[in-house]
Structure formats: structure tokens, C-alpha cells
């Protein structure tokens, strides 16, 4: 198959290109020649998405299917369906399973788990990607297929605060400070590997039973937040001294965190993951966090560069703390 990756090279999106170079698929990565992952196999486009007029090499091709891992707007998604329409068999958008209904009113997510998330503009963005991508379809055929991720994590810490692409919680945790965990830590919450995730996405290149078809793809295993982070704690060979603080008052304190605890890790999530496992026979996550975790902080601590303390982020925490107690 000939594959396009709009992207290819980021936290999920790298192991995937990896996959499918191994499974033999011709790939091509879209992308501004800026990220230093090197994916062998894959060819390269150098050219900005964003700038259509300028992909004159983009535009000679024709291709089986299409990613893009970097759409966040329905004027993202305009911009593929003009570049696109008639030149891919399959178009797969990345989109976030904090799409689905906040707060859930069942807790066990499926596809059909209706998409509403009014407190957070990434999860709205998202949303209103998947509507014009499902009028597309139903209205001329262009040939979607959804994928919904859900905290899915190579190269950064899958946490509420301070994490991800910062290390502002490790390093607490290595200096003996005091961390944050939301609520009381007992809420359930699933984290993915990216290469676990890899296995199902990858599954999905040109299955022609996919199309018109959304998909989540997450770990099956469960844990909670007082474990998620007692296992990253384990990981750095620390003990965290954490402090439990309410969703509500963390976010009135400092609201900027509203959209990754409110709009998406303030409530237990469970997901149903039948659906893939049905259109991808065989698909199953084997890396558990107290693993993938281990090889996070081992990649972070071989490479320093990428261990970002926020200065802003770090001034939060301190303030929410700070008025926690009363000082």
C-alpha cells in the first residue's frame, strides 16, 4: 500500500510509521523536515500542510490512504478534503477520545458514546472536524475513517498536571517536593503505549471495512490515579508526596487547567475496546504502564534536552498549593 502520514514523527504518531514500514507499506511522511526522529524506510515530503499552493511534489501522487495525526479544525479538514477528494482511498483522521460526553452519563465508553465536550476548545475543535468528515462522507463519499486516542504516551508522562511534554512533576518527585493528584486518586483512568497503540491503528491502513467507521484504541488495562502516579514514582525510584486536591478547586484556583482535569481526567473513564479488536483480529495491548513507564523516564533521563520544567506550569502548582493550605 501507499501511504501517506500528514506528521509521522510525534509522541503516537512515531512508532506507528515504524509499524508500517515493517509491515511493508510504502510510506511517505508530510511533514517540515524540523523533527530529528528519523523513521528508515519511510520516503520524505519536505512542504507545510498548511500551505497547499507550495505542495507541488504532494500533488503528483495518489494514495491508498491518508493520516493526518496534526488536523485540529473543521477549516484543517476543508483544506484535506479539497487536497484529497478523489486521490486517497482511505482518509484517516486523528481525533481525542476527549471528544466524548463530559460529563459521561454511563461509564463505559463505545463508539457510540455521544461526542460533547463544551469545556475544553481542543476537544470542540476535534468534534467539529468529526462533523464536516461524517457530511463528507454521507454527502459525496469521501472515504473517512476515525481514530480516537486516548492519553497515549512514548516520550511524555501520561499525567494531569505537569506532564506530558513537561517534567515539571518528575522532577518534584526527584526533589522531594510536593505533588498534586487530583480528587481523592481514586478514579479510574486508562493510559496507552504508543507502540500498543501502533498494533490497532496500523491494523487500519486500508481495511476497506473501516470506512464511515470511528475507533477508539486503548490499553484494556485499568488503573487509578494514586496508581498511575505511585507507578511513575517507582519509575524514578522516588516516593511521591502527593497532596489531593478537588478537580473543582484546582481549576477555580487556576482555570488554564480546566481542560485537561474538567474537560477530560476529573471523572473515571472505562473503555470498550470490542470494536477494534473485531475489525483488527489479533489486536491487543501487552505493555503495561509499570513497563512503558520505565522506558518513558529512561529515554527522558538519556536525554536531558527534553526535560522541560515550565516555568508557568511550576508557578501554578506552587499557587494551587499555596492556597490549598491556606498560606
Not at 6 to 13: D, E, P, R, Y
Not at 31 to 56: M, W, Y
Not at 253 to 274: M, R, Y
Request: proline share 4%; net charge negative.
Amino acid at each position: 500500500m501507499k501511504v501517506l502520514f500528514i506528521g509521522g514523527t510525534g509522541n503516537i504518531s512515531t512508532p506507528s510509521s515504524r509499524l508500517a514500514v515493517a509491515k511493508g507499506m510504502d510510506l511517505y511522511l508530510l511533514n517540515r523536515g524540523k523533527a530529528k526522529v528519523e523513521i528508515e524506510g519511510a520516503h520524505s515530503i519536505i512542504g507545510d500542510i498548511n500551505k497547499p499552493h507550495e505542495l507541488t511534489e504532494l500533488k503528483k501522487h495518489e494514495w491508498d490512504v491518508v493520516v493526518n495525526w496534526i488536523a485540529f479544525t473543521p477549516d484543517d479538514i476543508e483544506r484535506d478534503i479539497e487536497l484529497f477528494k478523489g486521490k486517497t482511498k482511505q482518509y484517516i483522521f486523528i481525533s481525542s477520545a476527549s471528544c466524548y460526553q463530559t460529563p459521561l452519563s454511563y461509564p463505559v465508553i463505545i463508539e457510540s458514546t455521544p461526542l460533547h465536550n463544551n469545556l475544553w476548545d481542543y476537544s470542540q475543535g476535534k468534534i467539529q472536524c468529526e462533523d464536516r468528515l461524517q457530511k463528507a462522507y454521507r454527502e459525496e463519499g469521501f472515504p473517512i475513517t476515525i481514530v480516537r486516542p486516548s492519553l497515549t504516551y512514548d516520550t511524555v508522562i501520561p499525567i494531569a498536571i505537569g506532564g506530558f511534554n513537561k517534567f515539571n512533576t518528575a522532577q518534584r518527585i526527584l526533589d522531594g517536593k510536593e505533588i498534586i493528584i487530583h480528587g481523592d486518586g481514586t478514579s479510574l483512568w486508562t493510559v496507552t503505549h504508543s507502540d500498543d497503540f501502533a498494533k490497532g491503528f496500523v491494523g487500519l491502513l486500508g481495511l476497506q471495512t473501516a470506512i464511515g467507521h470511528a475507533f477508539h484504541i486503548t490499553s484494556d488495562e485499568v488503573l487509578t490515579w494514586n496508581m498511575i502516579y505511585k507507578i511513575l514514582a517507582d519509575a524514578l525510584g522516588e516516593e511521591a508526596k502527593v497532596v489531593h486536591i478537588a478537580s473543582d478547586f484546582i481549576c477555580k484556583i487556576e482555570p488554564s487547567f480546566t481542560g485537561t482535569l474538567l474537560a477530560d481526567k476529573a471523572e473515571s473513564v472505562l473503555f470498550d475496546n470490542t470494536k477494534i479488536k473485531t475489525f483488527v483480529p489479533g489486536f491487543k495491548a501487552t505493555i503495561p504502564f509499570s513497563e512503558g513507564i520505565k522506558r518513558t523516564i529512561k529515554w527522558l533521563l538519556e536525554n536531558p534536552e527534553h526535560q522541560n520544567i515550565d516555568e508557568e506550569t511550576e508557578a501554578k502548582i506552587e499557587n494551587v498549593l499555596k492556597v490549598y493550605k491556606g498560606l
